[in-house]
């Protein structure tokens, strides 16, 4: 057992991109997304992210930007889903309009 286990948090991936609910659809007509999970690196957190839209039915993804959360975030849109992140699931927070 590591004396540093309560003291080491887990790395908090971002994923920001932009998906479709269907193949044939407009440009325009994406919806802005952003992925928070926790994940060893930026390839697997990418694939996780992906696998993750399609399970929720999205056609086509296109992801943009990958980064790391230093911290919880203080933006109240992503409360939760920091919180769904350090337990382990993909939390996906989308924006329209």
Not at 20 to 40: C, K, R, S, V
Not at 62 to 73: K, T
Not at 74 to 91: I, R, T
């Amino acid at each position: 057992m590591n004396d540093n286990d309560g003291e080491l948090d887990p790395v908090v991936y971002i994923v920001i991109g932009r998906v479709w609910q269907e193949e044939t659809a407009l440009p325009q007509d994406a919806i802005t997304i952003h992925a928070l999970l926790t994940a060893p690196d930026d390839d697997d957190a990418v694939r996780r992210t992906l696998e993750a839209l399609a399970a929720q039915g999205y056609a086509e993804a296109e992801l943009d930007q990958i980064g790391v959360i230093s911290g919880e975030p203080e933006e109240p849109v992503y409360e939760g889903a920091y919180q769904d992140a350090l337990a382990g699931n993909v939390a996906v927070v989308t924006f329209t309009g």
